[in-house]
Antibody
Framework: QVQLQESGPGLVKPSQTLSLTCTVSGDSISSGTYFWSWIRQPAGEGLEWIGRISPSGSANYNPYLKSRVTISIDTSKNQFSLKLSSVTAADTAVYYC???????????WGQGTLVTVSS | DIQMTQSPSSLSASVGDRVTITCQASQDISNYLNWYQQKPGKAPKLLIYGASNLETGVPSRFSGSGSGTDFTFTISSLQPEDVATYYCQHCDSLPYTFGQGSKLDIK
């Protein structure tokens, strides 16, 4: 069974960099079949797609965040990561990692991790 | 970017009722439309992919239809466990975008 688990600091200071890692089990992220995404959700709001990465390391980002986002992949650890720089309170949200299938949908999700931006 | 507009934003229905949510895309997305269910404090769960295909293990009371710009999500007989927020999402092109959500509760 495929499982994804986000990890990282729950509190980040304004202007600093948010860093999260998603550890995948039950599937090999290097298999080539899937892309791996980050999605976030501010409290009480909707879902925002942040970006995705392929097993080969090719990444695509939401244009609204592109200047601040980096997604990377470590196939040896079966993990992929998110870095979001110059954070503000507006970046406070639950961050989810998810698997994007060839069909285009996100079929497996992590449980989500709350990141709060505050001094 | 393709904008996804869902309606209604909230609705209330009785157990056993038929419930319908619509999603409109700002341009033609063929059938690249997915529906998710999100219960409070939980991650979204995929229900429908490709506009009308039921994900494995999802009850058959859930269904989807549509193509192009107009899509419909239906629960044929509402159950208490269906209380949740439902989101559409297109996967036609990057960036993927979600509808604003439709919050469903029981009368």
């Amino acid at each position: 069974q495929v499982q994804l688990q986000e990890s990282g600091p729950g509190l980040v200071k304004p202007s600093q960099t948010l860093s999260l890692t998603c550890t995948v089990s039950g599937d090999s992220i290097s298999s080539g079949t899937y892309f791996w995404s980050w999605i976030r959700q501010p409290a009480g709001e909707g879902l925002e797609w942040i970006g995705r990465i392929s097993p080969s390391g090719s990444a695509n980002y939401n244009p609204y965040l592109k200047s601040r986002v980096t997604i990377s992949i470590d196939t040896s650890k079966n993990q992929f990561s998110l870095k979001l720089s110059s954070v503000t309170a507006a970046d406070t949200a639950v961050y989810y990692c998810a698997r994007k299938s060839r069909r285009g949908d996100h079929d497996y999700w992590g449980q989500g991790t709350l990141v709060t931006v505050s001094s | 970017d393709i904008q996804m507009t869902q309606s209604p934003s909230s609705l209330s229905a009785s157990v056993g009722d038929r419930v319908t949510i619509t999603c409109q895309a700002s341009q033609d997305i063929s059938n690249y439309l997915n529906w998710y269910q999100q219960k409070p404090g939980k991650a979204p769960k995929l229900l429908i992919y490709g506009a009308s295909n039921l994900e494995t293990g999802v009850p058959s009371r859930f269904s989807g239809s549509g193509s192009g710009t107009d899509f419909t999500f239906t629960i044929s007989s509402l159950q208490p466990e269906d209380v949740a927020t439902y989101y559409c999402q297109h996967c036609d092109s990057l960036p993927y975008t979600f509808g604003q959500g439709s919050k469903l509760d029981i009368k």
